[in-house]
């Protein structure tokens, strides 16, 4: 049984709030929400690419913006011929290095972004063994895009809805 | 900046994964908002284990939830190893399995309401930054 099934997390990055609900007790924003996929148990988005759209992960616990799968940007024509750097990370495995790239354009939750960092590494790193061998994930959103909103995760419903912060926050 | 991840996994390694395993009949709703941090560019909460305040991860990108294995033993959480896990480098972990545990996650402690919190094997533990 999941932990979030039938429950809603919103987080608030400019209170600096969170407040987990029933699925059924909150009131739904008036903005349009966005679908939520739960991929193998794990909240994901659909988003705009430019010409390319990518399923990504949203993680409170990833820091980075953006992180791809090396096998997504391969197969992505405008992404696979981008410049590549070398950055170092830090996982639950210890430290390593890893290809990045600018992403020249991403568009979700109602707000364009562009010349995005994107760290690229492979998503076999799946958490519990073969099972996340089973979830094709295109890559990751971490907080330094999601803080840039606030988020309704609503897991009973499915649905996300993403307001929009001022730019300074 | 390693010092501070060192410092904060050593107290927070309790990695509270949203997509755990809290059944829905039992899930702990927060009457009001609380308060978060972002510790390392990662969101942050504070979590009651057996009477101790303690930060823990909120991730969202998990399917299950961590606590590091040296906290658990101060805790008096048994576990065991039961197999490896993957990092984000893609390289394999050792974790475990714990007892069941009950945790507080924001005021409403219910026994049982966590089934089980696996037990990353590696001491320190170091955040997920991918």
């Known amino acids: ?169 | 900046m390693y010092q501070v991840l060192g410092w904060t996994m050593r107290h927070i390694w309790a990695f509270v994964c949203l997509a755990g395993a809290l059944s829905a009949a039992q899930s702990a709703a927060w009457a009001a908002p609380r308060a978060f941090q972002l510790l390392d560019g990662q969101v942050v909460v504070t979590i009651i284990i057996k009477d101790r305040e303690l930060p823990a991860l909120l991730d969202t990108g998990a399917t299950e939830s961590l606590i590091d294995k040296d906290l658990a033993d101060e805790l008096g959480i048994r576990s065991r190893q039961t197999g490896r896990t993957y990092g984000a480098s893609g390289r394999k972990t050792p974790f475990g399995r714990t007892q069941d545990v009950m945790i507080d996650i924001g005021g409403d402690r219910r026994a049982g309401a966590w089934e089980r919190i696996r037990s990353a094997m590696h001491s320190p533990p170091r955040a997920y930054a991918y």
Do not use: C
């Open chain 1, 1 to 169: 049984m999941d932990l979030l099934e039938n429950t809603a997390v919103a987080l608030d990055f400019q209170k600096m709030t969170v407040e987990i609900q029933p699925s059924r007790s909150i009131v739904p924003p008036m903005e349009n929400p966005f679908p939520l996929k739960l991929n193998w148990d794990r909240p994901t988005l659909l988003v705009d690419l430019g010409d390319a759209e990518a399923e990504l992960l949203l993680d409170t616990a990833a820091s980075v913006s953006l992180h791809l799968s090396r096998s997504f940007v391969r197969d992505t024509p405008q992404l696979k011929d981008l410049p590549a750097s070398r950055r170092k990370i830090v996982g639950i495995d210890g430290a390593h290095e890893q290809d990045s790239i600018i992403v020249p354009y991403i568009a979700f939750g109602g707000r364009t972004f562009s010349q995005v960092p994107a760290s690229i590494a492979p998503l076999g790193n799946a958490p519990w063994g073969n099972s996340a061998l089973k979830s094709k994930l295109d890559g990751i959103i971490g907080v330094g895009l999601l803080k840039r909103f606030n988020i309704l995760m609503d897991f009973g419903r499915r649905l996300v809805w993403m307001t929009a912060l001022p730019a300074s926050s």
